[in-house]
């Protein structure tokens, strides 16, 4: 990414960061109401989506989704940001392999990720072009590590 890109994912990134559990419960929310089958492959499987928002294991892992997401924007632009962000990334891949999350899930994820960001920042469709090569590059990562069925490659 270029320095002016860097610039414009770290100022937006601002709006998330005030409130990081309450984002990424914001992302899975609309996940898991947009494709419902994907809340199979969690930890809080058991709890109705009506639910989920008060439940601490759920909000744990939106934290945990945010913080990581935050890492990587925290490496960006500094030396070896690339490589940090690829050891970041790699790693969540091979800590989902067991729950076998495919490919489409992941850009599921991306479309609900960019629909969240796009709305609790009013982004503009420049700012959605810059996030978009931020998740696609990052799921670029993960579809190194797994097939189309989300098990080790």
């Given at each position: ?24 419960a ?55 940001d ?43 469709e ?28």
């Amino acid at each position: 990414m270029n320095s002016d890109e860097v610039a414009i994912i770290k100022k937006t990134w601002e709006t998330p960061m005030a409130t990081p559990t309450d984002s990424g419960a914001a992302i899975l929310t609309l996940f898991f109401n947009r494709y419902p089958s994907n809340l199979e492959k969690f930890p809080f499987r058991d709890v109705p989506l009506a639910e989920l928002s008060g439940n601490s294991r759920f909000r744990a892992h939106a934290g945990r989704i945010i913080r990581v997401f935050d890492d990587s924007i925290q490496a960006l632009g500094k030396d070896g940001d690339l490589e940090k962000i690829d050891e970041i990334w790699t790693k969540v891949a091979l800590s989902h392999i067991p729950r076998k999350i495919s490919k489409e899930s992941y850009n599921h994820l991306k479309e609900v990720i960019l629909e969240v960001l796009t709305a609790a920042c009013g982004l503009s469709e420049s700012q959605v072009q810059v996030w978009d090569k931020l998740v696609e590059h990052v799921n670029g990562i993960i579809f190194k590590a797994i097939n189309d069925d989300g098990d080790a490659i």
